[in-house]
Nanobody, 124 residues
């Protein structure tokens, strides 16, 4: 298995930037597509970004596109989410997850292993 652990969340003001990291312990990190999801209060968990087993493919939600960048370093078993031009609407708990199936899936049920989440709060 792979066990993701997120870090890098915090409080930032609108327009600022934040870089989330996800260290995924396990022997087979490179075998998994890795995704970022978020859940705001009163909202369902939603897809943010995913990167394939290699860095050759990545997808973003409409909200994240143009502002967020997902990347991975397989040698360090780490995936990143660079978030720029943050908005109050980005406030949520952000989760890193490893996909159980698929090249670069976007659905929650396609992911088998989840981190504990890290809080991102964007003030007006």
């Amino acid at each position: 298995q792979v066990q993701p652990v997120e870090s890098g969340g915090g409080l930032v003001q609108a327009g600022g930037s934040l870089r989330l990291s996800c260290a995924a312990s396990g022997r087979t990190f490179s075998n998994y597509a890795m995704g970022w999801f978020r859940q705001a209060p009163g909202k369902e968990r939603e897809f943010v970004a995913v990167i394939g087993r290699t860095s050759g493919i990545a997808y973003y939600s409409d909200s994240a596109k143009g502002r967020f960048t997902i990347s991975r370093d397989n040698a360090r078993n780490t995936v990143y989410l660079q978030m720029n031009s943050l908005k109050p609407e980005d406030t949520a708990v952000y989760y890193c997850a490893a996909a159980a199936w698929g090249l670069a899936p976007k659905r929650i049920n396609d992911y088998a292993y989840w981190g504990q989440g890290t809080q991102v709060t964007v003030s007006s």
